[in-house]
Each structure stands twice: as structure tokens, then as C-alpha cells.
Nanobody, 121 residues
Framework: QVQLVESGGGLVQAGASLRLSCAAS????????MGWFRQAPGKGRDFVAA????????SYSKSAQDRFTVSRDNAKNILYLEMNSLKPDDTAVYYC??????????????WGQGTQVTVSS
């Protein structure tokens, strides 16, 4: 079965960096676009970044642009999200997802369980 397992979250201070990973199995990873979404307490799930099947085309939300970098290693079936200059507003559960290149949740078929990122001020 398809599994997406996120890791790398944690508690950090504002201005710090984190790298999230998403290990994929049970799907043709190298032929699928991948995305990162996040859900803050009491809010809906928001698009963060996406990357096409071969990693040549990234896409970012306005809040992630210039601070976050999405990448992938198709040889290892791993998706990454490098997050720099973290702010308290970045506090959320971060999810990876597999599907079609989009900023819309409904374009992604498979989801991980999420990893918590907490940024203190």
C-alpha cells in the first residue's frame, strides 16, 4: 500500500531552520508530483510548496517563497522541504502528499500523517 511518512519536525526558535523529509513507498514516486501542505491550529490545510515529477519545476506559496526550498531524490523516494528563517506563523502540522502538480488539496491522492513544526518567538 502507499505510504508517505514525514519526519524532521520539532520545536525551534524564530529564525532557525528545519529540513522536513517525506519517505514514500508503494507508489511510482519518480512519476508523481509531490506537495507540502500545512495546517495551523484551528485553521484549514494550506498549500506550502509542490514539485513536479523530476524536480525541475518547484512551486511555492507566497509565505514560503524565498524562505523554503522543496526538492526530491527520486533514487531514494524522498521528498524534502528546507525551511529557513522560520517564524512563529510557520507553526503547523506539515503534510506531504502525492498527486498532480497543484496548490489544491483535491489534486493529491495520498497523504502522510504529518509532522509537527513549532516555532517559538
Amino acid at each position: 500500500q502507499v505510504q508517505l511518512v514525514e519526519s524532521g519536525g520539532g520545536l525551534v526558535q524564530a529564525g532557525a531552520s528545519l529540513r522536513l523529509s517525506c519517505a514514500a513507498s508503494g507508489l511510482p514516486f519518480s512519476s508523481k508530483a509531490m506537495g507540502w501542505f500545512r495546517q495551523a491550529p484551528g485553521k484549514g490545510r494550506d498549500f506550502v510548496a509542490a514539485i513536479n515529477y523530476d524536480g525541475s519545476i518547484p512551486s511555492y506559496s507566497k509565505s514560503a517563497q524565498d524562505r523554503f526550498t522543496v526538492s526530491r531524490d527520486n533514487a531514494k523516494n524522498i521528498l524534502y522541504l528546507e525551511m529557513n528563517s522560520l517564524k512563529p506563523d510557520d507553526t503547523a502540522v506539515y503534510y506531504c502528499a502525492s498527486g498532480s502538480m497543484s496548490d489544491l488539496e483535491q489534486r493529491y491522492q495520498y497523504w502522510g500523517q504529518g509532522t509537527q513544526v513549532t516555532v517559538s518567538s
